[in-house]
């Protein structure tokens, strides 16, 4: 994930501002018309800053198991020394949805439909169209709209994975609730023995 540009393409980029596409100005007028793609996946995380504290979201589909597809682009170079072709991407973000703007200012575009992918995945034409620019806008279903809660933050360290690290805080058992049904559990128990 994430796109080298620059000197010696020593800097990456991981998102792709949709109005830079729409102006076609910087490094993705080259890519938005001839290398576009999706990208699959269940969520994405994003970090509430409260103070000096940065706090992780996960954000995904109200139906948890309706797959999330973004709006991207890919490059595919060969490396200096290597035969094969190495593919990287970038997912396009717009303005936040009203829904998510406490959040963070920024979203992923996510494509809606399948007539809203297949537009997108059409790069027959090898060029940018307002067609395509109009896809370029925030998650606003209000008949299905995304739901977003806060996750631990070990899915900020490097090299730390687990399937947990989706689910709400509030509800693992390392969570907050688990937390104080031992504590009031241990209450009750405290009264009963005195009693």
């Keep these: 994930w994430g796109i080298k540009y620059g000197k010696e393409r020593g800097s990456q980029a991981i998102n792709a501002r949709s109005e830079n596409l729409v102006e076609g100005v910087g490094m993705w007028n080259k890519l938005r018309g001839r290398n576009r793609c999706v990208v699959v996946c269940q969520g994405y995380y994003e970090w509430q800053t409260k103070g000096k504290a940065k706090l992780p979201h996960f954000i995904r589909h109200s139906n948890p198991d309706k797959i999330m597809l973004m709006a991207g682009l890919y490059e595919s170079t060969i490396e200096k020394g290597d035969s094969e072709p190495t593919y990287t991407f970038v997912i396009v973000t717009t303005d936040a949805s009203k829904g998510l703007s406490w959040l963070h200012d920024r979203q992923p575009v996510i494509l809606s439909s399948v007539e809203d992918v297949l537009r997108w995945l059409d790069t027959s034409s090898q060029t940018w169209s307002a067609e395509l620019a109009n896809l370029l806008h925030p998650w606003e279903d209000v008949k299905a709209p995304l739901e977003c809660y806060q996750v631990p933050k070990e899915i900020g360290k490097v090299g730390a994975e687990s399937p ?20 009031d559990q241990a209450g009750r128990d405290g009264k009963k023995t005195q009693a």
């Design 164 to 183: 947990t690290f989706i689910q709400p805080l509030s509800t693992r058992k390392d969570g907050i609730k688990p937390c104080l049904r031992t504590e």
